[in-house]
């Protein structure tokens, strides 16, 4: 367990239960955009997509942090600390974004963070292809959650769109990244409960 391990899930935590905003080491893809839904009424149904997304950045740095307190290799720890650096840059975007529209993030993220250390240190217990799978399957549930929100933002919201799009980018990229660093395809079985999970976390996120 190294002390690279035990800072991201720290900070995981400070994201979580103290709600200390995460700054982000990319520009925000939406800050060129013009408002057009704050003070709407479509602002609402932005703000409870976003702050879905938002809860989904959480258990992927919970994901994250959980496999790397674990992981066998070097080479595996560090793959998984550059991407839930990424993955903060989704957390501080999205987080941006609900307060744009005067929302609050979801007041379950503390119990997400928890249950995805939980979920990850599991997974990297085991080995760290199955840590790299769980990563893999993580991001295949995330990007079907944002290929539907692309569908469902306003086509005229300039702003939480290309949010939406350069997290889909990234999210694509670090699946791939998973399975070609010797992540494993999880059974069936595990892939379909984890995606009821993602659901779950989906429909409370969105209302509280």
């Not at 997400?112 to 993580?138: C, E, M, N, P, R």
Request: charged content about 25%.
């Amino acid at each position: 367990m190294s002390t690279d391990a035990l800072i991201l899930a720290f900070d995981g935590w400070l994201r979580t239960l103290a709600r200390v905003p995460a700054s982000a080491e990319r520009p925000n893809p939406g800050a060129q955009g013009t408002e057009t839904v704050a003070g709407t009424d479509r602002a609402d149904a932005v703000a409870a997509l976003m702050r879905v997304n938002h809860s989904g950045e959480i258990c992927a740095q919970g994901l994250y942090a959980g496999g790397a307190l674990f992981a066998r290799s070097e080479t595996t720890r560090e793959a998984l600390r550059h991407a839930a650096q990424e993955e903060l840059d989704h957390l501080a975007w999205c987080r941006e974004r609900l307060d744009q529209l005067d929302a609050a993030p979801s007041r379950l993220d503390p119990f997400w963070y928890l249950a995805s250390v939980v979920l990850g240190a599991g997974a990297g217990l085991i080995s760290d292809k199955v840590s790299l799978g769980f990563v893999h399957a993580t991001e295949d549930n995330v990007e079907r959650h944002l290929k539907d929100h692309l569908r469902a933002i306003p086509a005229d919201d300039t702003i939480t769109r290309p949010i939406l799009q350069q997290m889909l980018v990234d999210e694509v990229t670090h699946g791939q990244h998973a399975l070609e660093q010797g992540g494993v395809e999880l059974p069936a079985p595990v892939r379909r409960l984890m995606w009821e999970g993602a659901k779950l976390m989906t429909r409370t996120s969105e209302i509280c």
